[in-house]
């Protein structure tokens, strides 16, 4: 049996004797009430060489990249500008004393106007100059079901566990390379 509803002086009379509890605010977030204590840290002790080497490629450019990376980031006193500490690959060394207002410009476009005063130039081993050469190679592609198994089978006379494996290896880059075309 359906329930009847309450007429409009009945749900008034209802909810004046209903006590209403008012909405509950959701909690701060936690990055408000670290703020000031962020801001607080970053004015005294400022930003090290991490941050700048994360976007070091972005700052200066590809080819600068290559053969830099900054080292140490060296607070200045009485408000004066820091210093930062590049370190450099032996050639290089030139080219970035010929471009250290380029890239004081660039970099205190990152950090802040007047947040580095001037460059110190070190020689040394660069260690994100080059990716990884395992990262430029590509998978190749797969070889088809029929071609896999023909392989298989012509290779399964071979007792020698190692040496089938290798002929199997052998047999897919020689198949890749003739674009899976009959011998």
Request: aromatic fraction near 2%; hydrophobic fraction near 40%.
């Given at each position: 049996?359906?329930?009847?509803?309450?007429?409009?002086?009945?749900?008034?009379?209802?909810?004046?004797?209903?006590?209403?509890?008012?909405?509950?605010?959701?909690?701060?977030?936690?990055?408000a009430r670290l703020n000031r204590f962020v801001r607080d840290l970053d004015a005294r002790f400022g930003r090290g060489p991490e941050t700048l080497k994360a976007r070091w490629r972005e700052i200066v450019g590809e080819t600068l990249a290559?053969?830099?990376?900054?080292?140490?980031?060296?607070?200045?006193?009485?408000?004066?500008?820091?210093?930062?500490?590049?370190?450099?690959?032996?050639?290089?060394?030139?080219?970035?004393?010929?471009?250290?207002?380029?890239?004081?410009?660039?970099?205190?476009?990152?950090?802040?106007?007047?947040?580095?005063?001037?460059?110190?130039?070190?020689?040394?081993?660069?260690?994100?100059?080059?990716?990884?050469?395992?990262?430029?190679?590509?998978?190749?592609?797969?070889?088809?079901?029929?071609?896999?198994?023909?392989?298989?089978?012509?290779?399964?006379?071979?007792?020698?566990?190692?040496?089938?494996?290798?002929?199997?290896?052998?047999?897919?880059?020689?198949?890749?390379?003739?674009?899976?075309?009959?011998?």
């Amino acid at each position: 049996m359906p329930r009847r509803l309450p007429t409009a002086s009945e749900a008034a009379d209802i909810l004046s004797r209903k006590r209403t509890r008012p909405a509950r605010r959701p909690p701060r977030a936690a990055g408000a009430r670290l703020n000031r204590f962020v801001r607080d840290l970053d004015a005294r002790f400022g930003r090290g060489p991490e941050t700048l080497k994360a976007r070091w490629r972005e700052i200066v450019g590809e080819t600068l990249a290559r053969h830099t990376e900054p080292a140490k980031l060296s607070k200045g006193r009485a408000g004066v500008g820091a210093i930062l500490e590049l370190k450099v690959e032996g050639p290089a060394a030139a080219v970035v004393q010929h471009q250290a207002p380029d890239i004081l410009a660039r970099v205190n476009l990152f950090l802040g106007e007047g947040a580095v005063e001037r460059l110190r130039v070190v020689q040394g081993i660069v260690r994100t100059a080059r990716p990884a050469p395992a990262l430029r190679r590509r998978r190749p592609a797969p070889l088809d079901a029929a071609k896999e198994a023909e392989l298989a089978a012509n290779t399964s006379a071979v007792e020698d566990e190692g040496l089938r494996a290798a002929l199997v290896r052998l047999g897919r880059e020689v198949l890749r390379r003739q674009g899976g075309a009959e011998h």
